[in-house]
């Protein structure tokens, strides 16, 4: 449910977003307009060329699932193209399930700790709510205020946080500015590093485990051989957007970039020794 289908999809990432000619985009596309590599049957037509043809921003986007939810419940099968009457609504109703989808993923990650047991009745309400509004028609979904379900949604999640880390705290660095910090090998397990800028940082064979990662900005931080196994809120969205190699570990139903570098080419071999 909250894993991206593409196949179940009508490109539906490909067309709401907008994006301008950058180091992420070859073109500028405006929100609600098809990019010109969709093909007919909403496959990509570069899809395992994206990086080398300027398409970088696309392998790094993930929709928790919102894509095939709203293609084939919100709107049972009936794709933008065959049916334009939906199109207009169908774009401004997917980021609005995307944000439901994404706030579901971490209610769902709170809840499988056993240290987050004391809250388990509270967080069980709050997903099933979620997941209920989910299945609302699209007039209904419109009108959601989704930013209030997320605040209302955050002291219970950082609560849950506190009580996983109790037994192993670290630093505290909410919403750090640590952009192109060297944090090779620092004591980060257990950190709060909630909103953190991580934003190029070199987290190299970190152990981050039990961090506090929802809303860590990870674009471009180096993560080779670190250890993300048991980090907390980690989503693929983050994942994708960081740079590691086939050392780095992983949570569980978290999937390796195939954009990301084998141990072994990511290792840059020293200077020669002269005999």
Same mark, same amino acid.
């Given at each position: 449910?909250?894993r991206?289908?593409?196949?179940?999809?009508?490109?539906?990432?490909?067309?709401?977003?907008?994006?301008?000619?950058?180091a992420?985009?070859?073109?500028?596309?405006?929100?609600?307009?098809?990019?010109?590599?969709?093909?007919?049957? #909403?496959?990509?037509?570069?899809?395992?060329?994206?990086?080398?043809?300027?398409?970088?921003?696309?392998?790094?986007?993930d929709?928790f699932?919102?894509?095939?939810?709203?293609?084939?419940?919100?709107?049972?099968?009936?794709?933008w193209r065959?049916?334009?009457?939906?199109?207009?609504?169908?774009?401004a109703? #997917? &980021?609005?399930?995307?944000?439901?989808?994404?706030l579901?993923?971490?209610?769902?990650?709170?809840?499988?700790w056993?240290?987050?047991?004391?809250?388990?009745?509270?967080?069980?309400?709050?997903?099933?709510?979620?997941?209920?509004?989910?299945?609302?028609?699209?007039?209904?979904l419109?009108?959601?205020?989704?930013?209030?379900?997320?605040?209302?949604a955050?002291?219970?999640?950082?609560?849950? /946080?506190?009580?996983?880390?109790?037994?192993?705290?670290?630093?505290?660095?909410?919403?750090?500015?640590?952009?192109?910090?060297?944090?090779?090998?620092?004591?980060?397990?257990?950190?709060?590093?909630r909103?953190?800028?991580?934003?190029?940082?070199?987290?190299?064979?970190?152990?981050?485990?039990?961090a506090?990662?929802?809303?860590?900005?990870?674009?471009?931080?180096?993560?080779?051989?670190?250890?993300? /196994?048991?980090?907390?809120?980690?989503?693929? #969205?983050?994942?994708?957007?960081?740079?590691?190699?086939?050392?780095?570990?992983? &949570?569980?139903?978290?999937?390796?970039p195939?954009h990301?570098?084998?141990?072994?080419?990511?290792?840059?071999?020293? &200077?020669?020794?002269?005999?």
């Amino acid at each position: 449910m909250l894993r991206a289908d593409c196949a179940n999809c009508f490109g539906l990432c490909c067309v709401v977003p907008a994006y301008s000619a950058s180091a992420d985009f070859a073109i500028t596309k405006p929100a609600g307009t098809p990019c010109p590599n969709l093909l007919a049957d #909403f496959r990509c037509g570069i899809h395992t060329q994206l990086r080398d043809r300027g398409f970088a921003g696309c392998t790094v986007y993930d929709c928790f699932g919102a894509g095939q939810h709203v293609a084939q419940h919100t709107y049972r099968g009936e794709d933008w193209r065959a049916h334009p009457e939906h199109a207009q609504e169908m774009f401004a109703v #997917f &980021p609005v399930v995307r944000e439901l989808h994404e706030l579901l993923w971490h209610l769902t990650e709170a809840e499988r700790w056993p240290a987050a047991d004391p809250l388990r009745p509270d967080l069980a309400s709050l997903r099933t709510e979620l997941t209920e509004l989910t299945r609302l028609p699209p007039a209904d979904l419109l009108t959601l205020d989704v930013a209030s379900r997320w605040q209302a949604a955050d002291p219970l999640l950082s609560r849950a /946080s506190e009580l996983i880390r109790a037994d192993s705290p670290g630093p505290e660095r909410r919403g750090a500015d640590l952009i192109g910090a060297d944090l090779r090998r620092k004591r980060l397990r257990g950190a709060n590093l909630r909103g953190a800028y991580l934003i190029g940082a070199n987290l190299r064979e970190t152990d981050l485990t039990l961090a506090d990662l929802i809303g860590a900005d990870l674009r471009g931080a180096e993560v080779s051989g670190a250890n993300l /196994s048991e980090a907390l809120f980690l989503t693929q #969205f983050q994942v994708n957007a960081a740079r590691g190699d086939s050392a780095t570990r992983l &949570p569980p139903g978290l999937d390796r970039p195939a954009h990301w570098t084998s141990a072994a080419r990511a290792k840059r071999p020293g &200077p020669r020794r002269r005999r």
